[in-house]
Antibody
């Protein structure tokens, strides 16, 4: 079974940093486009970042460009999201997602999410 | 920008639900996706490529449309269909979600 297990969430002060990790299993991670989506409490879904199989030319939402960095380690089946200069509006549940192959960036598996709270 | 309507739909079991998703620009290659999200759960992929059902999705769920106007139809509503439904597009180098439609089962 496909599993995506996020970790690294928590409480951080504004301006601080946090790194999320997502360990994948049950599929060929190195052949899969991966990404991060988020959902603020009581709000709708939003995209954060997507990374290709080789890690080149990642996609970032405008709201996180220059502050967040997505990366992957195909030898460890792990996806990362380095979040710097965090703001209160970054408070959300962050989901690790896997693309359905050749679907035009539709995502068929979602982790259970990691809560990030930015507050003083 | 993706605009979903209505905001909330309240229907009885067995009825048909029609959800709309309108894009401000034509969606590239019909890369329009629908997700279902139930309270406390992660989203679930329903429809990709505007009209292809994802694995394990009942045929009560169907997607249609092209260009800027897309529809998710749920026939024969069941109590477990109570959820928020989001559309998503990839176009113009941007991934965006619509604001969601809440489907309530009376």
């Amino acid at each position: 079974d496909v599993q995506l297990l996020e970790s690294g969430g928590g409480l951080v002060q504004p301006g601080g940093s946090l790194r999320l990790s997502c360990i994948a299993s049950g599929f060929t991670f190195s052949s899969s486009i991966m990404g991060w989506a988020r959902q603020a409490p009581g709000k709708g879904l939003g995209w954060v970042s997507v990374i290709s199989v080789d890690g080149r030319s990642p996609y970032y939402a405008d709201s996180v460009k220059g502050r967040f960095t997505i990366s992957r380690d195909n030898s460890k089946d792990t996806l990362y999201l380095q979040m710097n200069s965090l703001k209160a509006e970054d408070t959300a549940v962050y989901y690790c997602v896997k693309e359905q192959p050749a679907s035009g960036w539709s995502f068929d598996y979602w982790g259970q999410g990691a809560l990030v709270t930015v507050s003083s | 920008v993706l605009t979903q309507s209505p905001g909330t739909l309240s229907l009885s079991p067995g009825e048909r639900a029609t959800l709309s998703c309108r894009a401000s620009q034509s969606v590239s290659n019909n890369y329009l996706t629908w997700y279902q999200q139930k309270p406390g759960q992660a989203p679930r992929l329903l429809i990709y490529g505007a009209s292809s059902r994802a694995s394990g999705i009942p045929d009560r769920f169907s997607g249609s449309g092209s260009g800027t106007d897309f529809t998710l139809t749920i026939t024969r509503l069941e109590p477990e269909d109570s959820a928020v439904y989001y559309c998503q597009q990839y176009g113009g180098g941007r991934l965006t979600f619509g604001g969601g439609t809440r489907v309530e089962i009376k």
